[in-house]
């Protein structure tokens, strides 16, 4: 069935500044038919709800419209970024997209815009720059700082909208997000939704009696405001568009603290028992929707309200009969959406050295191999992405004009500027969360970690909004996460960590573990073109363990395979990282003691796993080693050994044996972290304690 036409009145989505001077009277129509629209959906998706033909977390935005009406009316669509809230529905439907469309959704049909993967209040567009919301709700607002960003450097006005709770407000993510857009100086209006409650608890139990959040600004040395939506609406539309143009024209941040109304609970089953008496009756009183009606009335539109009303009503109920029509969703290929296709060219140069008629090589030839450490050789790849990719930018904590904690950044502020090399506070969620809309916006960001172990504080933003944005929105997140890890150097357990387990529980991000110089070289530029989040481990241990050669390969994306370091008809032995190294020693102890010859692989690629090669050797050999730094229990190996297994069950000769470190947080002093790590005399006595 076709989309019923868009009414006359809802073909006009913009308001300026001009219009409430030249034409108050008709913006407040235009404003009032959105906001009727947004609530007459809200009120028929609830009822749908209690019948139960929709399912989900129905959170309505009844009472919310004075709020993001007016704004999203007042925002210039055509550039700027968004990212709208659970209590936003007119904010969707003004930005972009059909009312069927945003039905469809909530259905969670066939014809859903996220293929019915997300949940019915969280879908966006990302390809108009509506950043679609996790249920973390603080976590949103630094995308939009990146997104917002990105637009800036590609030279387009854009200004970004961060909104979030009262409740979301005390979050960390929060602060974070202020402090680094006053430290970037990006133009966002952030504006917090007061409705007095965050789910059941009430603001008096959430932060200190009197406080008002708009003064929170001042901590920011940002300006700082309060609004009631509740009030006025052409009072509303008037101080929006003030900020709106002042947050352009300054190019600065600017907090709203927008005093807004929560009429039916917290969600559709929210039984609302915890409000005090009458303070339901007070909610409604305070209703924008119907005194906007009633002024537009008592100004003389009272007959065109009610043929509005009837035909968007009609309109809404059409829509639903649409929507409802549209046949459930099929799983068939969810799988197969989990990443994104290979980037397209014409969308980012190719790193390789050979020139096209697509895109020319305009780079002076690559040099000859050089004996470099695998710190150098990082530094080499990403030179490599910064001269030949314009949109490419390193960022981290340190990384600029002190070369980050293991000098694998030197020098790239010098030669490349600060607008690509940019140090972060010490904030890393939100600083996550920036490059992640970085990304998403057409940016290339490539994210150091000081330590791998800092990265679980933004492990939120890493495997719940990254590693699934893809999948439930269609958009790409090309980010390269990289991860010094590891131990060895006796730095304790918070410097120390293996976190390949921990992040690769959770589907949506590939991984890349090199051992080498050259192959560290060759996952950076494989990793970078990807188009996908992608971990980059790097072992400490390795950065200044030697120097080989590393040179331009043109094979640089088979790093995404194993290789064979050494043949063998004994066993099969897989490693990855650091243990590559242990494993080379053990092997040939092995082989000069035992006579027992073990085919080495070198793993490199975490995720996805392309163990074919693999599976090749253990069909000859028979048995199957796995050794990995990473504790043993719920370590990688144990993935390993279970694919491994699963496929080659019958030509096992003997049961598979997994080597790891002991199930303790990494010790600091260095005969305890001997004791805790693989060492090449405990892994060759339990190799050869299990051949008998």
Known sequence: ???????????????????????????????????????????????????????????????????????ALLADKAVDVISITHRGLGGHLIWSGHLVDHLNQYFANAASPTKAREGNVHHGDPRHRSLPMISHLGIMVSNVLGATDAQRRAGRPAMGFAFMGDGSSSTGDIHESLNLATVLGLPVLFVIENNGYAYSTPVSEQYAPGLELWRRAAGYGIEGLALDTTADVAATLRTFADA????????????IEARTLRLRGHAAYDTCTYLKPGEADAFFAAD?????????????????????????????????RVAMAVPRPDPAGMADDLFAPPLPVAWVPSLDSAPSAAQPKTQNPEPKAESLTMAQALNRALRKILAEVPASMVLGQDIADYGGAFKVTEDL????????????PLAESGSTGYAIGLAVAGGRPIVEYQFADFSTEAATQIVLNAATYHFRSGARVPLVLRLPCGGGLTFGSFHSEELE????????????????????FNALLAAFEDGNPVLLFEHKGLYRRGKQPVAWDPAYREVWRPARLRPGGFATLVTYGEAVHLAREVCEYLSAEYERELELWDLRGLSPLRLEAIQ?????????????????????????????????FAALAAPPLRLGALDV?????PELENAFRPTRDKVIAAIANWMG
Request: hydrophobic share 45%.
């Open 244 to 255: 709106i143009d002042r947050v352009r024209r300054t190019g600065r941040p600017l907090l």
């Open 288 to 320: 924008p929707l119907p005194k906007l009606r009633a002024r537009l009335a008592a100004e003389g539109h009272g007959a065109r309200l009610d043929a509005l009303e009837a035909e968007l009503a009609a309109f809404v109920e059409a829509c639903l």
């Open 665 to 669: 947080p990494v010790p600091f002093a």
């Open 1 to 71: 069935m076709a989309h019923p036409p868009l009414p006359a009145v809802l073909l006009a989505r913009d308001l300026r500044s001009a219009d409430l001077d030249h034409d108050l009277p008709g913006a407040l129509l235009r404003t009032y038919a959105w906001m009727f629209t947004a609530r007459q959906a809200d009120n028929r998706i609830l009822e749908l709800f209690r019948q139960g033909l929709i399912r989900g977390t129905v959170t309505g935005g009844q009472g919310n419209e004075g709020l993001i009406v007016p704004l």
């Open 501 to 520: 387990s921990f992040f690769l529980a959770l589907p949506g991000l590939k991984a890349l573990y090199p051992s080498s110089p050259q192959d560290a």
């Open 616 to 648: 090749e050797s253990l069909a000859r050999t028979g048995r199957l080693i796995v050794l990995h730094e990473g504790r043993r229990t719920h370590g990688f190996g144990a993935e390993l050994v279970a694919r491994l297994a699963e496929e080659q």
């Open 413 to 424: 502020l010098r030669d490349f500027g600060r607008p690509r090399v940019m140090n972060m």
